[in-house]
């Protein structure tokens, strides 16, 4: 059984740019949450997906978009990006029949903006 | 604000002495708290989970956490640690029934052989 799985692993993009990130949950999983992990950080929640619609949004910006797909898989989109948004991003799954008291987080895809 | 605080930012410890990593919570009702751990490069791995019921909880690779309501505390620990604990520790809490989490700023462990 594949866990949470994220693409690409490593991106760089330049300031100014769009970037789009990759999340296929869990198997049995239906909602998706991204984290962003500045370094030294802990990961802050940027927001969640259930049944294609964002169902809870953290203190981040509107440049920060995100979208998931009939399978369950999702999107994070950040516009005009900023050397800010360098940062380890991280998908978790879970499965909202279980209460999603475990989320699953996939190993994140490292973003730097140069 | 649902959140918690983890007080040291490394833990150092002889291989086969006892770990213990220190989380404390501030939440307002029953408190849902995690410990996930981070190693280099990795992802966060779920290591084990308090929701309600005994107050010393049993997780994966030998770590337990103890709940303890009064001192708002849910340290982790493990017995004898190993060279291959040595990661990064976060402390979890659940902020919402979205299971939306808020996570410490991380202790790094470091297991000297």
């Known amino acids: 059984d594949a866990g949470v799985t994220q693409s690409p692993t490593h991106l760089i993009k330049t300031r100014g740019q769009q970037v789009t990130l990759r999340c296929s949950p869990k198997s049995g999983h239906d909602t998706v949450s991204w984290y962003q992990q500045a370094l030294g950080q802990g990961p802050q929640f940027i927001f969640q997906?259930?049944?294609?619609?964002?169902?809870q949004r953290g203190n981040f910006p509107d440049r920060f978009s995100g979208h998931q797909f009939p399978n369950y898989s999702s999107e994070l989109n950040v516009n005009a990006l900023l050397l800010g948004d360098s940062a380890l991003y991280l998908c978790?799954?879970?499965?909202?029949?279980?209460?999603?008291?475990?989320?699953?987080f996939g190993p994140g895809t490292r973003l730097t903006v140069t | 604000a649902q959140s918690v605080a983890q007080p040291e930012d490394q833990v150092n410890v002889a291989e086969g002495n006892p770990l213990t990593v220190k989380c404390t919570y501030s939440v307002s009702g029953n408190p849902y708290l995690f410990w996930y751990v981070q190693y280099p490069n990795r992802g966060l791995q779920f290591l084990l989970k308090?929701?309600?019921?005994?107050?010393l909880v049993k997780g994966s690779y030998g770590f337990e956490a103890e709940f303890n309501k009064s001192q708002t505390s849910f340290h982790l620990k493990k017995p004898s640690a190993l060279v291959s604990d040595s990661a990064l520790y976060f402390c979890a809490v659940r902020v919402d029934g979205n299971n939306r989490l808020a996570f410490g700023k991380g202790n790094q462990v470091v297991v000297i052989p």
């Open positions: 997906y259930y049944e294609e619609e964002e169902r």
């Open positions: 978790a799954s879970g499965a909202r029949t279980a209460g999603l008291y475990e989320q699953y």
């Open positions: 308090y929701i309600t019921g005994d107050n």
